[in-house]
């Protein structure tokens, strides 16, 4: 199993200083249990991504410039969101946080420049952090929840995967009565 960039972590560790927290203790909420509406909000996404997965990779999301450097298509960057928020899953927050990351990384490209081996932070899936997402997307069913944090607008939820040490931090917000996903990241090994 292959995990996500040290810049990509970065990146999303220094925007969200409560992430970091997070990732590193241990569940302190007594009642575990999530709410059937968050888990089909998860669910819901997740199938939606599985179904769309080959149609949203169709956008190039980098391209190779007339020097042979890697640049990132902002265009397809722009359409992957619009496609990814069309689910009616996810948040505006996690719009912006991952057209952030775009701009960064155009900016990266054109400060560092690459041109070997795949480009850097673009090596894989960028929704589920990994380079095996089918081992995620071929399992949703057998997902595990438990609530890290919830209140009346906001949850956090640890899912489980298959794989003692592979979890992910779901952070959502209830927007109008409907549970959208804000941010997915990894779990740190406890």
């Known amino acids: ?18 992430l970091s927290q997070i990732a590193h203790s241990k569940n302190e909420t007594t009642d575990t249990t999530v709410p059937k509406h968050i888990i089909q ?3 819901g996404f997740l199938t939606w991504y599985k179904d769309n997965y080959f149609r949203l990779y169709q956008y190039s999301l980098t391209y190779t410039d007339d020097s042979g450097h890697y640049q990132v298509d902002t265009n ?3 359409q992957f969101l619009k496609e990814l928020k069309s689910s009616g899953l996810i948040s505006d927050e996690y719009v912006r946080l991952w057209k952030k990351y775009f701009d960064d990384q155009a900016k990266n490209f054109k400060i560092n ?11 894989m899936d960028l929704v589920l952090l990994t380079q095996e997402p089918e081992e995620v997307l071929n399992h949703i069913t057998t997902l595990r929840y438990e609530i890290f944090d919830m209140d009346d607008q906001s949850a956090v939820v640890i899912v489980h995967t298959r794989w003692e040490e592979w979890k992910y931090i ?10 959208l996903i804000d941010y997915i990241s990894l779990k740190e090994p406890d």
């Open 1 to 18: 199993m292959k995990f996500f960039p040290v810049i990509f972590f970065s990146f999303f560790v220094l925007q969200l200083p409560a």
């Open 41 to 43: 909000s998860i669910e």
């Open 76 to 78: 397809h960057c722009k």
């Open 113 to 123: 420049i690459q041109n070997e081996g795949p480009p850097e932070g673009f090596d």
């Open 170 to 179: 779901i952070e959502l917000s209830n927007i109008d009565g409907h549970w």
